[in-house]
């Protein structure tokens, strides 16, 4: 087998020449490109020789044929979810998860689905929602997770309990083998078989042989496979212990869980399920964690479809952590531990008198100090939400020590489970650490995560110490070492030990008869380096190298511990790869491009900041590139369990990049663009206007500047908002004070906005201050001009500062001036104090008045303009806000119906969409473009961003307003 050593070496060049010629998908061979591939959610790290991205069948079989020419190590890849370290290896890396995505047959009588292994799961259950039919593995991931990867790894998920693992749910899959063959597996009755082992070639010596390894070893499989119901450690040999004269054998059950070492998955015909008709849920709240563990039998004998549990590191971080915190209102107080007891039903009330029933028999048993019922279909997908992002919550944990997975994956029988904890947990205090505990208890594979800093090699030892200690033990009491997550790199080690010499010899010959050349993802499963090589934070990890990069930063990142410490937060559990759902990450949902995502990014600046991708790599072009896509909607920071600011890191890095080659003048028009507004605003508005729309200006602009020229300017307002608040006629009565932030948006381009923000505020009863503090710097920002935003950005806090020490509330018309003044400027300077004075203060306009409504200080009428509205949540507004505002304010008017739609990102970005105009506009076609096109006649948009307004008009023609255009309030003068 090939050892993946960095010091394996290939010829790039002529393996480069080879792919370019036979290849129609994307080839990648840069460093960059190769790094952002060389790790996956799991605690390793290999770098690969080349990244391809195939199209299509024909790209596969091409791709290896070139592969296998030149002796290359192949590894395919889906999402890179893996938390064991299956998807990467020292040669090509087949990623199929950016073309290979698509549903090619359904049979719903007969109830399956053919499909392409780089389909995500969610997406593929929702193609089939309308039949009533899903794909049921559902592992945590299933927002991005490929099916392809579920197979590979024979994952299975919350509710394994009634559908098994991903071995029961596929029905037959194609095989690309190492030498270009593809085979065809499914069901064969005993003539076929024996016709198949007949034929002169690899398959009938594969079908041939595999019988005599069966019956060679079968004594063997009997006595040493586990008698659990989630084991996937070895190959599947035990899925043919049956008489294949009676029950037919399938080669699919040998390749469903061989994480890509046999072959290659290019179609699945899956397994479909009828959706449930109705759900409910029992959330049995403890105050330890234990005694939750030792009821499961009890919970079982109601025959839940699923009962997974949070411990209280999982629990506290979801309370806390931005991404989850909105969504925890299916606890009740504080426990230790939960466990979340779902039950299906014919229909709602069926559903519901289960769970009721299961609650009293607790009740009645002690069991829990609170078994708390939840039928609402919203608070029941926020309590999967949370149980869904419970590895990147518990990986959130400050520090440097980080819940790892090594003994995480462990199948125990029921009746043993919490013993079993009880023993690992006390071996992780003797040796000075905790472990965060959560997942399938239904069927006793709890992931059970150890804290360690893995910087550090007595760490890396300790890791080892305590997976050999958990291994003996899940043997003593007869369950499997590998639960649903694979063997990989990380219990590869223990494949011997556990199943003995007889059957690792076995799984070799099988290895060997579909791959005898061993270049399917080697050093997975068999032949395993120990644990504790190739880690991510391994000998290559120079922190020297980091503390020359942390010198040069400008934000404190001081929730984080410093750049070093931010960048490191990302897991790589790729939420961010997520698609059609939330906001993260708009241009990976356009493109599907590893490198657009933020785990791409984020991995690409870890390995530049420790020295891995070759001297300057912080400021080489590539990695600009990799930034670009980066439209810094601010998204990760809460959509990401592990908020990973990427907006804020590009801009530090961008700043870099300028120290050494200086500021390009299109980033200096755009940063200084709220000073170049000031002064045209006025009289020379027309003539501007007039000279930038001409296309001679268009295109020089677009040549000096970078300024698409097929996306037109903004025009400059004639009077400011200033100007007209000077002579604005104020209330004269004794009202509240409130700070309106006069951006330059509201100020020199769009007045009237600015305008209607007064008018509402003082029809509400306030008495209404133009801030006057200066621009909140959120252009210079974007463009990385740090330094010159960190010193005018204190001198707009100092301007602020007034008001916040008056405590006075200063609400804004735009979501970005609010993250910029509430988020970033108070982490940019160094004065801390200040920050933390004005930073409460700042919100949303909206958000304000739907405060001071809610706590009876409004006593005014709210009116709507339009009867109808469709409402459009700004990314900084959704991200670090919310929209919940604006909607309670409308349900004060009487003449309104409005909905929310589900948008994403409109692509705009400020300065985004006019220097990236295709991926704009592949952002926006994406879900904010087919909701306008389903627009009902009269129905009017609301988007608060004047940049969303601006992409709306570019590419639909539609006048959109802001929020405080389409709100009006009439003061009843009543005392307040």
Request: aromatic residues 6%.
């Amino acid at each position: 087998m090939i050892q993946p050593t960095a010091t394996h070496t290939f010829d790039l060049p002529a393996i480069e020449r080879d792919l370019t010629e036979a290849v129609r998908g994307e080839i990648r061979t840069d460093i960059f490109s190769r790094g952002i591939h060389a790790t996956d959610a799991s605690h390793y790290q290999i770098m690969p020789t080349c990244v391809v991205n195939p199209r299509d069948e024909a790209d596969c079989v091409a791709a290896v044929k070139v592969a296998a020419k030149h002796s290359l190590p192949m590894t395919a890849r889906g999402a890179g979810t893996s938390l064991s370290g299956q998807t990467h290896g020292v040669g090509m890396i087949i990623d199929v998860s950016q073309h290979m995505d698509k549903l090619i047959e359904v049979n719903e009588e007969e109830r399956w689905a053919r499909v392409q292994p780089g389909i995500v799961r969610d997406r593929l259950n929702a193609q089939l929602r309308h039949l009533g039919l899903h794909y049921a593995p559902d592992p945590a991931t299933g927002s991005r997770a490929t099916v392809g990867g579920i197979i590979g790894n024979n994952s299975s998920g919350t509710r394994s309990i009634l559908y098994g693992k991903a071995q029961e749910n596929l029905l037959a899959c194609r095989v690309l083998l190492a030498d270009g063959t593809l085979l065809d597996l499914d069901a064969c009755d005993w003539d076929r078989w024996c016709a198949k082992s007949n034929q002169e070639n690899l398959e009938g010596r594969i079908y041939s042989r595999f019988g005599q390894i069966i019956a060679e070893n079968r004594d063997e499989i009997e006595a040493r496979f586990p008698k659990v119901m989630r084991r996937v450690g070895g190959y599947n040999l035990d899925a043919f212990l049956d008489d294949p004269g009676q029950t037919p054998w399938n080669l699919s059950n040998i390749i469903v869980g061989s994480e890509g070492t046999l072959g290659i998955l290019i179609e699945a015909k899956v397994k479909l399920v009828e959706n449930p008709k109705a759900t409910a849920l029992c959330v049995v709240h403890f105050d330890e964690l234990l005694p939750s563990l030792r009821c499961l039998p009890a919970m079982l004998e109601h025959g839940p479809s699923a009962v997974e549990l949070l411990d209280h590191y999982v629990i506290d971080e979801a309370i806390r952590n931005p991404a989850t915190k909105h969504l925890c209102h299916f606890m009740e107080g504080h426990p230790k531990a939960v466990q979340i007891v779902e039950f299906y039903g014919d229909d709602q009330a069926h559903a519901a008198s289960r769970a009721e029933a299961f609650a009293e028999s607790m009740r009645q048993q002690g069991v829990g100090f609170a078994q708390a019922v939840r039928r609402d279909p919203k608070e029941i997908s926020e309590a999967w939400d949370v149980r869904k992002l419970g590895l990147g919550l518990i990986a959130n944990t400050p520090g440097p020590r980080k819940a790892l997975d090594f003994v995480d994956d462990a199948c125990i029988p029921i009746e043993h489970l919490a013993e079993y904890v009880e023993r690992l947990l006390k071996v992780c205090e003797e040796h000075g650490t905790s472990a965060a505990v959560y997942a399938h208890a239904s069927v006793g594979v709890l992931h059970i995560k150890p804290l360690i800093d893995l910087h550090y090699k007595e760490e890396q030892e300790k890791m080892r110490s305590i997976a050999w200690a958990a291994f003996e033990m899940c043997k003593e009491y007869g369950g499997s070492w590998s639960g649903e997550h694979g063997d990989g790199l990380v219990r590869g080690e223990f494949v011997r030990p556990f199943f003995g010499d007889q059957l690792y010899e076995a799984f070799k010959q099988v290895r060997a008869l579909f791959d005898p050349r061993g270049l399917m993802n080697p050093n997975k499963i068999l032949d395993t380096p120990l644990m504790t090589e190739h880690l991510r934070y391994g000998d290559a990890y120079r922190l020297d190298v980091i503390d020359a990069t942390e010198s040069r930063i400008n934000y404190h990142y001081r929730d984080q511990g410093g750049f070093a410490s931010a960048v490191e937060q990302c897991s790589g559990v790729g939420a961010c790869r997520k698609v059609d759902v939330g906001t993260m990450c708009p241009s990976y949902m356009a493109t599907r491009d590893e490198e657009a995502s933020t785990r791409g990014r984020a991995n690409a600046l870890r390995m530049a900041m420790s020295g891995q991708l070759g001297p300057d790599a912080m400021t080489d072009k590539r990695m600009k590139d990799v930034l670009g896509l980066c439209l810094a909607c601010k998204s990760c920071k809460t959509e990401c369990p592990n908020s990973v600011d990427m907006a804020k890191m590009k801009s530090d890095v961008l700043q870099m990049m300028h120290d050494r080659f200086g500021l390009p003048l299109g980033y200096r028009l755009m940063g200084d663009s709220p000073t170049i507004a000031r002064l045209v605003c006025g009289p020379l508005a027309p003539i501007v206007n007039w000279v930038q729309g001409l296309t001679p200006m268009k295109k020089l602009l677009e040549a000096i500047a970078g300024i698409d020229a097929r996306r037109p300017a903004p025009k400059f307002a004639t009077w400011s908002l200033q100007g007209w608040f000077r002579r604005h006629r104020k209330p004269k009565d004794d009202r509240p004070e409130v700070v309106l932030f006069d951006d330059t948006y509201a100020s020199y381009f769009e007045p009237h906005v600015g305008v209607s923000a007064v008018e509402l505020l003082e029809g509400c009863g306030y008495k209404v201050t133009l801030a006057r503090a200066g621009c909140c710097q959120r252009p210079r920002l974007s463009k990385g001009m740090v330094r010159a935003a960190k010193k005018a950005g204190e001198k707009t806090l100092r301007n602020l500062d007034k008001y916040a020490r008056e405590g006075l509330p200063i609400v804004c018309l735009e979501p970005s001036c609010a993250s910029s003044l509430a988020d970033d400027l108070p982490d940019l300077i160094d004065d801390v104090e200040l920050g933390k004075r004005v930073a409460p203060q700042v919100m949303m306009i909206d958000e304000f008045l739907a405060a001071e409504a809610k706590a009876g200080r409004i006593n005014a009428t709210i009116k709507a303009r339009f009867d109808k509205l469709m409402i459009h949540g700004h990314c900084h507004q959704k991200s670090l806000n919310s929209t919940q505002g604006m909607k309670d304010v409308l349900d004060l008017a009487e003449n309104v119906t409005y909905h929310e739609v589900d948008s994403g990102c409109c692509g705009m970005a400020g300065s985004f969409g006019y220097e990236e105009f295709e991926v704009s506009k592949q952002v926006y076609d994406l879900r904010l473009g087919p909701a306008i096109e389903k627009l009902e006649p009269g129905e009017e948009v609301v988007a608060c961003g004047f940049s969303c307004r601006h992409q709306l008009s570019d590419f639909s023609g539609l006048k959109a307003y802001h929020w405080v255009e389409v709100v009006s309030a009439e003061n009843s003068n009543e005392p307040r």
